[in-house]
């Protein structure tokens, strides 16, 4: 089945770029995400990436996408300390009136001043 | 900025009990989505919903789950009998359309004793 894996912990210096990265299985995939929960809240989106490209860049956001080997990932150039959160990788597959997110645990970013 | 909400942000039920879980998705959107968050584990599709009915649903979402929209704000979540193995926190998404991008409420965090 489809399955979506990242590492748990990243641990940066303020300053720094953060580099999170993603495998995931499923080859149908179409587009990938990024999303962010900070402490006690929900569930942000981040950026976004659709399976026919391979780099998308937003301000400080790089996303890379290695189709191939099923490789994505997310680089936070000077990182800050409200980065600190966990980010989480999804995928969708295009199925129908349904696209369905299938995720990964999660890799929490430690930001050290 | 709109943006899809969600009540209450906690509640605490004894095992056996109703509950319904709150989510008004952003206005005009069309796709909603109920995924949940057991503790320590990935974020798990639980339902999808278009078009005043069921697009799918996972494994998980059996006969003691429901989920309506009541009007044309509301879309909730009804779990008839609840179980200890029900605790986790429950996200509201919702999109403008199939291909688009799921924006996620802040989450119900659901104990249940």
């Known amino acids: 089945g489809e399955d979506v894996e990242q590492s748990l912990f990243l641990s940066v210096r303020e300053g720094d770029s953060s580099v999170i990265n993603c495998t995931y299985t499923?080859?149908?995939?179409?587009?990938l995400y990024w999303y962010k929960q900070e402490p006690g809240a929900g569930l942000q989106l981040l950026t976004y990436?659709?399976?026919n490209m391979d780099m998308k860049q937003d301000q400080r956001l790089t996303v890379l996408l290695n189709k191939k080997d099923k490789h994505l990932s997310l680089r936070i150039a000077d990182t800050q300390t409200g980065d600190s959160a966990i980010y989480f990788c999804?995928?969708?597959?295009?199925?129908?009136?349904?696209?369905?997110?299938?995720w990964g645990l999660g890799t929490s970013l430690a930001v050290n001043p | 900025e709109p943006e899809v909400t969600q009540t209450p942000s906690h509640q605490v039920t004894q095992m056996g009990q109703e509950v319904i879980l709150r989510c008004v998705p952003i206005?005009?959107?069309?796709?909603f989505y109920w995924y949940r968050q057991i503790l320590g584990q990935k974020v798990e599709f639980l339902v999808s919903?278009?078009?005043?009915?069921?697009?799918?649903k996972s494994e998980i979402f059996d006969d003691q789950f429901s989920v309506e929209r009541p009007d044309g704000s509301n879309f909730t979540l009804k779990i008839r009998s609840t179980k200890l193995e029900d605790s986790a926190m429950y996200f509201c998404?919702?999109?403008?359309?199939?291909?688009?991008?799921?924006?996620f409420g802040p989450g119900t965090r659901l104990t249940v004793l």
């Open positions: 999804a995928e969708s597959t295009d199925a129908g009136n349904n696209r369905k997110l299938i």
């Open positions: 499923d080859s149908s995939s179409t587009y």
């Open positions: 919903f278009y078009n005043n009915e069921i697009s799918e």
């Open positions: 206005s005009n959107h069309l796709y």
């Open positions: 998404a919702s999109s403008n359309g199939v291909a688009d991008t799921q924006y």
């Open positions: 990436i659709f399976s």
